[in-house]
């Protein structure tokens, strides 16, 4: 990786339901600014999502083909599932343009990329209480119950994660935890 990498790239990761896409998606809508990495995966687009805007959904072939090429920066297996991973290119090539560049990502995928580009910035998106991701995750109604609950338990694993992380915001709020985000990679926030 190039050094600069380290100078345009902050890492978003957090528990299931936490709200990063939630976050993320405003940043997108509010901050034109903030380059926000677009993810591979090999799960089914849920309904409104769009390949290429929201996700590159690949199927398990062209996944492992580009596991193969080294095209990611990181990859995993999230939820005993599905996979996801970042393409090293269009990362690489949005940082050389002189983006700030923003990666939502599990914390698996953190991690490898903790240890590729360790100067990067590292946010954990903590839920405002246990409660509360609870709710969020089945007011999603997107999962089955066991899914639910299979999601439930990574979240208890993924929240000791957090002392891993060089900041914590605590998502009680989108506008704000987003505002907070941004201001922490360097940029102004926007007024209201």
Do not use: C
């Not at 605590?170 to 505002?179: E, Y």
């Amino acid at each position: 990786m190039p050094d600069q990498l380290h100078t345009g790239l902050t890492v978003l990761a957090g528990p299931t339901a936490v709200g990063k896409g939630t976050v993320s998606t405003y940043i997108r809508d509010n901050y034109p600014q903030v380059w926000l990495s677009v993810s591979a995966t090999t799960r089914q687009p849920r309904p409104g999502e769009v390949d290429g805007v929201h996700y590159f959904f690949k199927t398990a072939e062209e996944f492992d083909q580009l596991i193969n090429e080294g095209a990611f920066l990181e990859w995993a297996v999230v939820h005993g599932q599905n996979r996801y991973g970042t393409l090293r290119s269009t990362v690489q090539d949005a940082v050389a343009a002189g983006k700030s560049v923003l990666l939502e990502i599990d914390l698996q995928g953190a991690r490898q990329v903790k240890a590729a580009v360790p100067e990067a910035r590292f946010v954990f998106l903590a839920p405002p209480s246990w409660d509360e991701l609870v709710r969020r995750l089945i007011g999603r109604g997107t999962e089955s119950a066991d899914e639910q609950q299979r999601r439930l338990e990574t979240a208890k694993m993924e929240l000791a994660a957090e002392p891993e992380f060089d900041h914590t915001i605590v998502n009680d709020s989108v506008h704000r935890a987003a505002d907070e985000l941004v201001s922490l990679m360097g940029l102004a926030a926007n007024p209201r």
